[in-house]
């Protein structure tokens, strides 16, 4: 009996750490996927090095209240998965909200993004964002367009004192 119970409060522990210690986690309803649907789903997630587990509602409420996110308790009910990433913001909200599109039956709940409880808009609206490797691009572009300009100017100047010279 007492192992039964040890077991449980690990899992609990389990989670509020994976809740504290991720930068996105996203809950989800997967009522209605079939296998194969959540089989590629789970593919997609793990490529992108995200967890994607299921926990009983109770034990996920547990680890809700003690990682000080009480207001996750609300979206723990049905069957429901949860995502995790330690690396990536965007990934799982991208990923999970590109699979909703093409899946109806796959429902975002609800998230917390870098310690702060997120709405499902909030999450949408990230999914939206670049990813990481796009805002760095940007963001090099960025700062080359000023190298890159003045070396046309430099390189109009230097021909048009050829010419003159010429």
Known sequence: ???AIEQKKQIVDEISEKLKTSVSTIV???????????????KQLREAGIEFKVYKNSMARRAAEAAELAGLNESFT??????FSNDDVVAPAKILNDFAKK???LEIKTGVI????????EIKALADLP???GLLSMLLSVLQAPM??????TKAVAEQKEEQGA
């Not at 296998?35 to 789970?42: G, K, N, P, Q």
């Not at 870098?114 to 808009?121: D, H, I, K, P, Q």
């Not at 890159?148 to 100017?153: E, F, G, K, S, T």
């Open 114 to 121: 870098e310690g702060n409880l997120a709405t499902v808009e």
């Open 78 to 83: 049905g069957p429901n998965a949860i995502a």
């Open 28 to 42: 989800v309803d997967y009522r209605g996927l079939n296998v194969s649907e959540l089989t590629e789903l789970r």
């Open 131 to 133: 990813s990481r490797e």
């Open 1 to 3: 009996m007492s192992s």
């Open 148 to 153: 890159r300009n003045l070396a046309l100017v």
């Open 103 to 105: 899946h109806e039956a």
